[in-house]
Nanobody
């Protein structure tokens, strides 16, 4: 079974940075595109970024220029660097591959 385990969340100040990690097991990691989603309290799940097998990256306008997604296929690990954090970035962040999703890691941004 595919397993995704996120880490790296926490409390950060507005304008600060955090780096999230997601370790994937149970699947050939480098054969698949992977991505990040987030869900803020009371809001819908929102796509945050994706990276394909060629390491091409994709972002919505809400995070473009601030977040950086990357992957290390040798470590079966996906990363998300969050920069210039805003209070609106407060959410549970999930990594996802196909229909599988991790348990999430909480990011809280204080202003």
């Amino acid at each position: 079974d595919v397993r995704l385990v996120e880490s790296g969340g926490g409390l950060a100040q507005a304008g600060g940075s955090l780096t999230l990690s997601c370790v994937v097991s149970g699947i050939t990691f480098n054969d698949y595109a992977v991505g990040w989603f987030r869900q803020a309290p009371g809001k819908d799940l929102e796509w945050v970024s994706s990276i394909d097998v060629g390491s091409n990256t994709y972002y919505p306008n809400s995070v473009k220029g601030r977040f950086i997604i990357s992957r290390d296929n040798a470590k079966n690990t996906l990363y998300l660097q969050l920069n210039s954090l805003k209070s609106d970035d407060t959410a549970m962040y999930y990594c996802a591959m196909g229909d599988s999703r991790g348990q999430g890691t909480q990011v809280i941004v204080s202003s």
